[in-house]
């Protein structure tokens, strides 16, 4: 199935259909604790992301330039998804 070529021209395969996390668990606990996203073909994409083809995947963290893009994505959707109350005040 899948052949994950990887940043530093590593290339893993994995016997079928896998996800951007497990790409991670499978380099190392530790990068998969850290793991906000993935690039998948360099398209970013969330760790829940399924790769079936061989592709090249790059794992972000909070080190990435992207790792910042995501975690103001999640910030945004927060806010959107739960409005702050206003005291009655109005303040």
């Known amino acids: ?5 990887l940043p530093d021209g590593a290339v893993k395969h994995f016997d079928a259909p896998v996800s951007v996390a497990e790409v ?6 530790g990068l998969a604790k850290a ?6 073909d360099g398209q970013l994409v969330d760790t829940s992301y399924v790769v079936d083809r061989d592709a090249s995947v790059a794992i972000v963290t909070d080190r990435d330039p992207e790792g ?9 959707r927060s806010r959107n998804c739960f409005p702050m109350r206003r005291s009655p005040s109005g303040r």
Request: glycine residues 8%.
């Open 24 to 29: 991670a668990a499978a380099i190392g606990p």
């Open 68 to 76: 910042l893009e995501v975690r103001i994505s999640w910030r945004t």
């Open 35 to 40: 793991a906000l996203a993935g690039k998948v």
């Open 1 to 5: 199935m899948p052949d994950i070529r």
